[in-house]
Structure formats: C-alpha cells, structure tokens
C-alpha cells in the first residue's frame, strides 16, 4: 500500500522491496518456478558448452524470463482464485486452467527457441 508520506525515490525502494520478497517466496516456495530456474541454469550451462552468440544469448534470456514471468503470473492467479473461492466451483478451474495455458505456451516457444539454437550446433558435433 502507498504511504503518503512516502517521496518519489523512498517509494520505488519499497517497491523494489515487495518486488524482491515475492520473488524469493515464488523461488522458496513454488516447485514450478524451482524446476523453471533448474532449466534456465541448464540452458545457461549448455551456452557457454557451446558459446553461443551474443544474439542467442539475448533470445535465450528472453525464453527464460518468459517462462519465469508467465509462470509468475500463473502462480498469482491460483492464488487469487483460491483465495475468493476455496472450494472446487467450476468457473475456478477453469480460471485456473486458463491461466496454467501461459507458461505452458511460454515453454513450447522456448523449446522452439532452444531449438534453432542447439540443433545445428549438436548436429556439428556428430
């Protein structure tokens, strides 16, 4: 909540602040987001095994955050429809359904991405 008191510059540090607590209870946590940052720290390993461009750098970067925000966000949701409804209703999973679509078309795209840029060089190696 904004505290009125707040100035400009000591309102971005509290925000900064929550930003940064969410992010560790997503991380300490959330078993989705665990196995989502174990596979950005694979993909990061296998970049440097294979030194990647500077380009495939950026688009994987890009991949992963996608994944982290959209299964983020994903996480928020759920949480929200469990809070105003507890108990199994059916509009509620289907909101939640809804929302799991995100990370999971975040991840196909980020396998595709992967793709284009692992592929020719395994296929260098062979």
């Not at 209703?89 to 196909?108: E, N, Q, S, V, W």
Request: aromatic letters at 12%.
């Amino acid at each position: 909540m904004k505290n009125p008191n707040d100035s400009f510059i000591r309102g971005r540090i509290r925000s900064l602040k929550f930003a940064f607590k969410g992010t560790w209870l997503l991380l300490t946590t959330e078993d989705s987001i665990k196995a989502q940052v174990f596979i950005g720290i694979i993909a990061t390993i296998l970049g440097f095994y294979f030194d990647i461009s500077n380009t495939e750098w950026m688009l994987q970067f890009l991949a992963i955050g996608m994944v982290l925000v959209a299964e983020s966000v994903n996480t928020a949701i759920e949480e929200i429809a469990d809070f105003i409804h507890p108990d199994f209703h059916i509009k509620i999973g289907l909101i939640k359904d809804i929302a799991a679509g995100a990370p999971t078309f975040a991840a196909i795209i980020s396998l595709i991405i992967a793709g284009f840029i692992y592929i020719p060089k395994i296929n260098l190696l062979f």
